[in-house]
């Protein structure tokens, strides 16, 4: 296996491809061929009692729930968008497509009976956020809904969507295992100790092969010298 990527990255050092980017299934591994992790994930658990509570309200669209199966299309343009300019958005394999339609559930092996999918129309109806979610029972206590999936193009639409998850009849908290180090709607909440991290990780890892031209690549906020 050693031998194998060894020379998967010499191939792709003659190619010319400057960095080698991928999740790790073993830290030490990986580590050992000299990968060091870029991007980082976190579980969040939100309370979404009488204490939740934004700033400034998250209004302007509107909120519709779609089946899974019939959202799809919204879904996969809505994330390409995201990818396109996001960085350390990672590419998503096909079997996407079963998951968020509904057609399997991972830990069941079977079609997905829960999943639900709501989308978030901007002020003119465009599709601008999704959210796919499902009931995960009781965690520690309380009544958990599980965010599958989170994707929003704008801040105004990742509030409402949490506005309308935290709005969800007989649910106590909502966990989401991958979120973003940083979310905005920590900083819209009036009470931010609702927004609990419960799990931080490493997500995407890299390794440069070509130092001069990732660094001329990268874009740099002002002129300088290192």
């Not at 400034?56 to 809505?78: F, H, I, K, N, Y």
């Not at 989308?119 to 995960?136: C, E, F, I, R, T």
Request: some cysteine; charged content about 25%.
């Amino acid at each position: 296996l050693l031998r194998l990527i060894t020379e998967d990255l010499t191939y792709a050092v003659a190619r010319g491809v400057p960095v080698a980017a991928l999740t790790a299934s073993e830290g030490s591994l990986y580590c050992r061929l000299v990968f060091r992790p870029a991007t980082s994930l976190r579980r969040l658990l939100v309370r979404t009692d009488q204490r939740f509570a934004l700033r400034s309200p998250a209004d302007g669209g509107s909120v519709e729930l779609v089946e899974p199966a019939e959202a799809w299309p919204t879904v996969e343009a809505l994330y390409a968008r995201h990818h396109a300019t996001t960085r350390g958005s990672v590419g998503r394999p096909h079997f996407y497509q079963a998951i968020l339609t509904a057609r399997f559930d991972w830990d069941e092996r079977s079609p997905d009976h829960k999943l639900r999918t709501a989308v978030h129309l901007d002020v003119d109806g465009n599709p601008d956020g999704y959210v796919a979610y499902k009931h995960a029972g009781e965690v520690d206590g309380r009544s958990t809904m599980q965010v599958v999936d989170l994707v929003a193009l704008t801040d105004r639409a990742h509030l409402r969507l949490w506005r309308f998850l935290a709005d969800l009849d007989l649910v106590e908290q909502v966990r989401f295992d991958k979120a973003s180090v940083v979310d905005p709607l920590e900083w819209a909440l009036v009470e931010p100790r609702v927004v609990r991290t419960d799990r931080l990780g490493d997500h995407l890892w890299v390794r440069v092969l070509d130092v001069v031209v990732a660094l001329e690549a990268r874009p740099w906020s002002a002129d300088g010298d290192v």
